[in-house]
């Protein structure tokens, strides 16, 4: 299940999502500098607007996120698949 959510995803959605799962939680600006983008924070609201059971909010101010245990390791499994 946690392969076809993934693979649905469009490619620059689901190579940020593999590039952040380095980090167990995370802020949008925390993703920006890491992964060099300006667009975390757009991206974080459209998955947690599309339902995605995935992300989780880590508090009510919605500043910090983590990924579900297993969606994170599937993810972190495609990123060592990928590493040279």
Known sequence: VVEEVIDRLD?????FLVE??????????????LLGRHDSARL???????????????????VWYRYH???G?????RLRASAP
């Open 73 to 77: 390791d599937v993810l972190r499994g």
């Open 44 to 62: 974080l609201g459209l998955l947690t607007s599309s339902g995605n059971p995935f992300l989780v909010s880590l508090d009510h101010q919605r």
């Open 20 to 33: 952040s799962a380095v980090l167990d939680r995370f802020t949008t600006e925390q993703l920006d500098a």
């Open 11 to 15: 490619l620059d959605t689901a190579t």
């Open 69 to 71: 245990h297993l969606f």
